[in-house]
């Protein structure tokens, strides 16, 4: 053990000498910072926008004034994804997923107003997160420490005397891989503190996700660090090794992900939003089975509606005609959006497959996916919350459809409704599911971590158990 | 002689190097699949445009059919999509589209990726149609397409290729055998550039022009061809800006591993770091309106809304009087249909949308100015990274820039103008279509495109610091 602390202590000393270093661990945290206030500056501005849009949203509600029930299902609501204080280290999905998600009846909408869509040119060349400097550089900076480990110290000729002086390889590689780790640690340790303590006071309830965040980043450098060993130990030269990690770094870190997306999109086309509005508005004409046309289905509706109440005229129901149609109605729409949703879910999920496949070629896509399901910002939360928001959209649609129909009478179109009604109907309430929620939905990501992990590891024992002095 | 020994021997060299082969065969096969897929994004592109031609057609005959019907039946009545009602044609069965045409380099850049067929309607543009569905993991991950290719794998792809161009002849202690044979620094340099970097410029050229090929169907104008040469005239910029950093390394460092590390810390800071805290300055120097203050607005006008749309309809009339009806036209349209809708004035769907479209004019181009100021901020930037001036430029020779899909959102404004101008009468006087309206109902045919003076200064930034950097790196082989 003191062998290795020995190593471990003069492999830092150097590393402190050494200027590049020095230079590189300096701009990567200046980096993070940027990137990191940054995203804090976002997500404050988001939440008290949030937070003034919901409460002009619930005052627009309950003041929209005397109007049939209906009317009001119109106006509807706008529900807002709530943000962890974590987004700020990883908005995850957030610019390409709409802010506002509208509630009304006769539509299930999906997110509007994308940040991406009001974006600039340079965009495209990725955003520079907090979470993109530990995912895409911490990574270059192990690889660029680690890569000549094993091997400087075999063409400097000092890897024979070593050995020789009585250090075991494993003693060896375990200081190397100590003392650079350490140096590692200490620019992600200094980001991990500013984070905490930022995102501590706002935190409610995502201290154990941060916890994990903060868990699971050294784990995947340790991925890397590792990986940079085995090759060290394995190649003949530096120069190699250099070589081999840096193209795995760039087929990991910019290859795998774009070419899990475009198979995915190969394989598993998701329509283009025409298409998605066209199919629901064929299947709102004609019926999800292409044998309930709307107005025939309406026409229908009618003459069982009289039959029902042994009546002649609509004018005669002793119930509100227009709460009944629209009923019928809603329901007829919340089956032809379910199905078509479901489909689009459905195709989601096919093309999350590749991205698996994917990341066992690459560690990066299941860090990213954990990433950003750890601070709420993955397609799992999305989904969870628009679910939430449809079952309430359903609830208050609902409820003035059952106004409508048990309040009024013939054609029900002059009822009208107040305040009061307004008032009964609650505000949207939704409670961000827990940590334990967000590692269920990425026990594949963890799982395929874990998976690099052992790999490494073992690819790390192996090298340095045939470590050659030539 | 002696260079024609060098341009041989070079070549001897490189048929022997096994890895830089295999270097090239994985940047084909990455430069084959970006191909693939630009050519197939392209031809979606296409698809969806004819799709929407298509639906537009087969609307307006399923249009034509009802009024067939209705006319051998006048006294019909139906209970929803009346065909005759002007809200229903010009706001629901009716609409059409609004075409920005493909170009035909569009496959060397998916730019803004923008959808290129607009649905001309009554409504407002910006309530309908601001859902987009595209899978968001997809879209956090990036397009893989040619311009990804040429802009991130090129670079790195030229690394491998010159990384160790004279630290290997140093490393190998041939480097002073070399220079005592009278053979110039500067021009082996340039040999051993010219070598490995033509054998990846040539098939990038080849793929960026059989790209363009296939996706337009072989059919090529001299307009084309010009920015097609003018493409390669820039990646051919692109790569000797990055041969010039290699050769420039590899004066200054001795060891291979250096030259690699340098090489790759370059890559980054251009390809990566520049671009995005471009993105993270532009995006803060003008920051975009925010999005809940125009949801709001729209949301805002259902509020009290028939105290409002009193307000709404006297703002028109004031401008229009014409068009005020009669007071027993809307009686009876505000009458409930029995077993349909609870009005059928259509003014109660049409008012609110011209009104909010007047409210939300001033923000809306208040976006459209903060848009136009980011991307001048980036424009600037460029002249830091290659990588973003290689990408606006292409982005402006495939006809997928920003400018163009600008010029376009306003040639829609017009056509709204226009459909509305149409319209909006018939609805707001509670008429019904005659037969001669239908004749006169506007079509969006093609508009003629202002031209937009091509990115010469972009051009131009990658000229000169491709020029630079080769003058740079052979003054420092020289001493």
């Not at chain 1, 059952?402 to 305040?419: F, H, I």
């Not at chain 2, 022009?209 to 097609?228: E, P, Q, V």
Request: include cysteine; charged fraction near 20%; charge should be positive.
């Amino acid at each position: 053990m003191r062998k290795i602390l020995l190593i471990a202590r003069n492999e830092f000393r150097m590393l402190q000498r050494e200027g590049r270093f020095r230079v590189a661990a300096v701009f990567t945290l200046l980096l993070f910072a940027v990137a990191f206030a940054t995203g804090w500056q976002d997500y404050r501005q988001s939440a008290r926008l949030r937070a003034q849009a919901a409460e002009t949203v619930r005052t627009q509600w309950l003041n929209q004034g005397v109007k049939h029930p209906h009317q009001g299902a119109h106006l509807g609501f706008f529900v807002f994804k709530e943000e962890l204080p974590l987004a700020a280290l990883d908005p995850g999905l957030k610019p390409y997923v709409g802010a506002i998600l509208p509630l009304e009846t006769h539509n299930r909408s999906n997110f509007i107003e994308r940040p991406a869509d009001d974006s600039s040119p340079a965009a495209r060349f990725g955003l520079l997160t907090a979470t993109a400097v530990w995912q895409f550089l911490l990574p270059l900076l192990v690889i660029f420490l680690l890569h000549g480990v094993f091997t400087s110290e075999r063409e400097n000729g000092t890897l024979a005397q070593l050995l020789a002086s009585g250090v075991s390889r494993w003693q060896l590689a375990a200081g190397k891989l100590l003392g650079n780790g350490t140096a590692i640690l200490l620019l992600l340790i200094p980001a991990l503190v500013l984070s905490s303590v930022t995102l501590w006071r706002a935190a409610e309830g995502s201290a154990m996700r941060f916890l994990w965040l903060a868990l699971s980043y050294p784990l995947y450098l340790l991925i890397f660090a590792l990986l940079a060993l085995a090759v060290s130990a394995w190649a003949r030269s530096s120069q190699l090794a250099l070589v081999i990690l840096l193209a795995f770094w760039v087929g990991n870190s910019f290859l795998l992900p774009r070419l899990a997306a475009s198979l995915a999109e190969r394989h598993a086309p998701t329509p283009s939003a025409e298409e998605f509005r066209a199919a629901i508005q064929h299947s709102l004409n004609v019926g999800l089975d292409g044998k309930d046309e709307a107005g025939a289905h309406f026409k229908n509706l009618i003459a069982t509606t009289l039959a029902h109440y042994g009546v002649s005229r609509i004018e005669d129901l002793p119930v509100g005609y227009a709460g009944v149609m629209l009923k019928d109605s809603d329901q007829r729409f919340e089956r032809i959006y379910e199905h078509h949703y479901r489909q689009l879910y459905a195709t989601y999920q096919r093309q999350r497959r590749w991205h698996f496949a994917a990341s066992l070629l690459g560690p990066l896509i299941a860090m990213r996916e954990l990433s950003r399901g750890l601070t709420g910002m993955d397609i799992a939360h999305y989904e969870h919350f628009a679910d939430a928001a449809e079952r309430y959209r359903r609830a208050f649609v609902e409820r003035t459809n059952e106004v409508a129909e048990k309040q009024a009478r013939g054609s029900g179109w002059e009822l009208e409704v107040g305040r009061e009604f307004w008032e009964s109907i609650p505000p949207f309430r939704y409670e961000m599911p827990d940590a334990q929620w967000a590692l269920r939905q990425n026990v594949l990501s963890l799982s395929v971590l874990a998976l690099w992990l052992a790999l490494a590891a073992f690819c790390a024992l192996l090298a340095v158990r045939k470590l050659s002095l030539n | 002689m002696m260079h024609r020994c060098l341009w041989q021997k070079e070549w001897m060299l490189i048929r022997r190097n096994g890895a830089l082969w295999l270097t090239i065969f994985c940047y084909l096969i990455l430069l084959g699949w970006g191909s693939y897929n630009s050519v197939l994004h392209t031809r979606l592109t296409q698809q969806r445009i004819q799709a929407a031609q298509q639906d537009e057609t087969e609307r307006w005959q399923r249009i034509e059919t009802s009024l067939a019907k209705l006319r051998a039946n006048p006294g019909e009545k139906p209970l929803f999509g009346d065909v005759r009602s002007p809200s229903y044609v010009g706001g629901f069965d009716g609409p059409r589209y609004a075409i920005l045409p493909v170009r035909e380099l569009a496959a060397l850049s998916a730019g803004e990726a923008l959808p290129q067929q607009v649905l001309i309607t009554t409504f407002s543009r910006y309530e309908s149609g601001r859902e987009e569905i595209d899978n968001p993991v997809n879209a956090v991950a990036g397009g893989f397409d040619l311009l990804f290719v040429v802009i991130f794998v090129l670079p790195l792809a030229l690394i491998a290729l010159t990384y160790n161009l004279i630290s290997a002849e140093r490393e190998a202690g041939t480097w002073a055998l070399l220079l005592s044979l009278g053979i110039a620094p500067r021009a082996f340099a340039l040999v051993k550039c010219a070598w490995r970097g033509g054998l990846l410029l040539v098939p990038t050229w080849l793929a960026g022009a059989l790209t363009c090929a296939l996706s337009n169907g072989f059919a090529f104008t001299s307009g084309g061809c010009g920015r097609l040469i003018l493409w390669m005239i820039a990646v051919g910029a692109y790569t000797a800006l990055w041969l010039g950093l290699a050769v420039w390394i590899n004066a200054r460092c001795v060891h291979s591993s250096q030259n690699i590390l340098w090489l790759v810390t370059l890559w980054v800071l251009l390809t990566l770091l520049l671009p995005g805290l471009t993105h993270l300055l532009a995006m803060k120097l003008h920051p975009p309106a925010h999005h809940f203050e125009m949801a709001l607005q729209a949301r805002d006008l259902n509020v009290e809304r028939e105290k409002k749309l009193s307000a709404m309809y006297e703002w028109y009339y004031a401008q229009h009087p014409e068009d005020r009806p009669a007071p027993e036209l809307i009686a009876a349209a505000n009458k409930p249909v029995p077993g349909g809708s609870r009005s059928s004035d259509s003014r109660r769907t049409f008012i609110p949308s011209l009104y909010l479209d007047e409210q939300l004019r001033p923000l809306l181009e208040q976006r459209s100015l903060q848009r136009q100021a980011r991307k001048r901020v980036v424009q600037w930037c460029s002249l830091l990274s290659p990588a973003l001036a290689l990408q606006l430029l292409s982005d402006q020779l495939a006809g997928t820039d920003a400018d163009r899909f600008a010029q376009f959102e306003q040639t829609v404004n017009q056509a709204q103008h226009q459909w509305r101008a149409f319209f909006g009468p018939h609805i707001m006087r509670l008429n019904k279509l005659t037969a001669q309206d239908y004749a006169r109902i506007p079509r969006f045919d093609q508009q003629p495109e202002q031209r937009v003076p091509l990115g010469a200064s972009v051009l131009a930034v990658l000229l000169a610091a491709a020029f630079i950097i080769n003058v740079a790196a052979s003054q420092r082989l020289r001493g």
